[in-house]
């Protein structure tokens, strides 16, 4: 992984307590343009943060799936749908299928996707600041930024716009 972000997730741990309780606050009200303002941090951010550098998230929590999401990818390598739920897959009753070991099946040392064009959804939306009603979800934004610098990176942007002078 990148050292810089290395550095932003060590500095997301120390600030993480900060973070949650920021997004909680938040998540009660009802700002106006809300998901726009941060659609427009995800394309800033997203501009100068390269996955392939990273790769955090298939490290270390993977996928979610639906059956339409392993089918495409067990079509897209090759592979046995039935054995591959078996062998990588466990079914978790509200979040769906998700994989029975880290890092993610499909990542590749070089940290890019082996089903990059018909990966699972839940990975083509991470870490879901592109969604409608997000200030609802910003309690699962304060948990992403953990795993994903861009997640941080966004957070903060968060906070800086909605919540100025509170730095701790």
């Known amino acids: 992984m990148d050292q810089a972000y290395v550095q932003l997730l060590e500095k997301s741990k120390?600030?993480?307590?900060?973070?949650?309780r920021q997004m909680k606050y938040l998540a009660k009200f009802?700002?106006?343009n809300f998901d726009h303002v941060v659609a427009d941090f995800d394309t800033e951010v997203f501009a100068e943060i390269d996955c392939l550098k990273c790769g955090n998230?298939?490290?270390?929590?993977?996928?979610?799936?639906n059956e339409p999401?392993?089918?495409?990818?067990c079509r897209a390598m090759g592979l046995d749908q039935k054995t591959f739920v078996k062998d990588t897959l466990i079914r978790d009753e509200d979040l769906g299928?998700?994989?029975?070991t880290m890092p993610c099946p499909f990542l590749r040392a070089?940290?890019?996707?082996?089903?990059?064009d018909e990966r699972p959804r839940d990975c083509d939306a991470f870490p879901y600041t592109r969604e409608r009603n997000i200030q609802r979800a910003l309690g699962r934004l304060a948990f992403n930024t953990e795993f994903c610098p861009?997640?941080?990176l966004i957070a903060e942007k968060i906070i800086?716009?909605?919540?100025p002078g509170i730095t701790k």
């Open 14 to 20: 120390e600030r993480n307590e900060f973070i949650k």
């Open 30 to 32: 009802n700002i106006k």
């Open 57 to 65: 998230c298939c490290r270390t929590i993977g996928p979610k799936m």
């Open 69 to 73: 999401d392993i089918k495409r990818a």
């Open 97 to 100: 299928w998700m994989c029975t």
């Open 110 to 116: 070089d940290n890019a996707c082996d089903v990059y």
């Open 150 to 152: 861009a997640a941080y």
């Open 160 to 163: 800086e716009r909605y919540a």
